[in-house]
């Protein structure tokens, strides 16, 4: 005869509610059992703080999590200037967070790129498990397609800077460059399936 609870025959909001709620030290050899009875059906997932329940587990048996919205892009949108009650105009501000993370992330995509120009080696993720490494002409396309990205990054930053009322010019700009980059990135993609400068990581 089992003892203790069947997990075997649990729905999966029932098993996420037994592992929330166990008694981890004095039912030992249950939580071992009911923990190993959720690796299999994938609820949870083994990290360095432990095993946690998965983002899947959790939105099938209590609906999709609620989340703060992601922060708009800086060419999502044109811009819309305020002004005071004088109607003098108001500059944009880019919160210091947001100018430091373009600056080291514009600077780390160019120092990426121009390494892997150099040693004639890009790597590029193409998808969430492909990775192709692009070298000679299509390497030296992608690299330009780098730096139209870091520029859009940079565009956002001159543009707290610039306290003139002209902030639908940076955002034209910033659209351009992102235009541009994908417009590179597409065409390395298709020189290197031209050419055969690449393989896969």
């Known amino acids: ?14 098993l996420l509610e037994a592992f929330e709620s166990i008694d981890r030290e004095t039912y030992p050899e249950r939580f071992s059992s009911l923990s190993a009875i959720m ?49 003098n105009y108001i500059p944009n501000e880019v919160p210091f967070s947001k100018r430091a993370f373009n600056t080291m992330f514009a600077l780390g995509i160019v120092v990426y790129g121009s390494y892997g120009l150099y040693i004639d080696e890009l ?8 990775v192709v490494a692009l070298s000679g002409i299509s390497a030296v396309v992608m690299s330009v397609a780098i730096v139209f990205a870091a520029a859009v990054l940079i565009v956002e930053i001159a543009d707290h800077y ?19 980059g994908y417009g590179c990135f597409g065409t390395a993609v298709l020189v290197a399936l031209v050419t055969g400068d690449f393989y896969f990581v």
């Not at 002209?166 to 910033?174: D, F, G, I, R, W």
């Open 1 to 14: 005869m089992l003892e203790g609870p069947n997990y075997q025959n649990y729905s999966n909001k029932a």
């Open 162 to 180: 610039d306290k003139r009322d002209n902030e639908l010019t940076y955002y034209k700009a910033a659209r351009f460059c992102r235009a541009a």
């Open 123 to 130: 790597w590029v993720p193409l998808a969430k498990k492909l």
């Open 39 to 87: 690796r299999e059906k994938d609820l949870l997932v083994e990290t360095p703080e432990g095993l946690q329940i998965t983002n899947s587990a959790l939105e099938e048996a209590y609906g999709p999590q609620v989340e703060s919205e992601p922060m708009p892009s800086y060419t999502c949108e044109p811009p819309k200037p305020q002004y005071c009650e004088e109607g």
